[in-house]
């Protein structure tokens, strides 16, 4: 069974930065590419990705602002966000698909806001 937990959620004013992370409990982490999603109403488009080789990759809206990378002796990914915008307030959730299944976290907010 897989488990992941996000922290590194909270208040920022615009321009800020925080940092994100997605702790991987299970086995095998070096293997699993991981994703960054961000939750609307109705909902969750992918904020950012690294492959298991530590290639990353990002939505045009934040593409520059955040940086994703992966540290497997930790089993952590880490979501740099730099220049943070009230619209990049909102619910985060990191995933890994295994197979045909899809892990979650609980989710970490992040709210910008002057």
């Known amino acids: 069974q897989v488990q992941l937990v996000e922290s590194g959620g909270g208040v920022v004013r615009p321009g800020g930065s925080l940092t994100l992370s997605c702790e991987f409990f299970?086995?095998?982490?070096?293997?699993?590419?991981m994703t960054w999603y961000r939750q609307y109403s109705t909902s969750r488009p992918m904020v950012a990705r690294i492959?298991?080789?530590?290639?990353?990759s990002y939505a045009d809206a934040v593409k520059g602002r955040f940086t994703l990378s992966r540290d497997n002796a930790k089993s952590t990914t880490y979501l740099q966000m730099d220049n943070l915008k009230p619209e990049d307030s909102g619910l985060y959730f990191c995933?890994?698909?295994?197979?045909?299944?899809?892990?979650w976290g609980q989710g970490t907010q992040i709210i910008v806001s002057s």
């Open positions: 995933n890994v698909r295994l197979t045909d299944t899809d892990f």
């Open positions: 299970g086995t095998r982490f070096s293997e699993h590419g």
């Open positions: 492959s298991a080789a530590g290639n990353p």
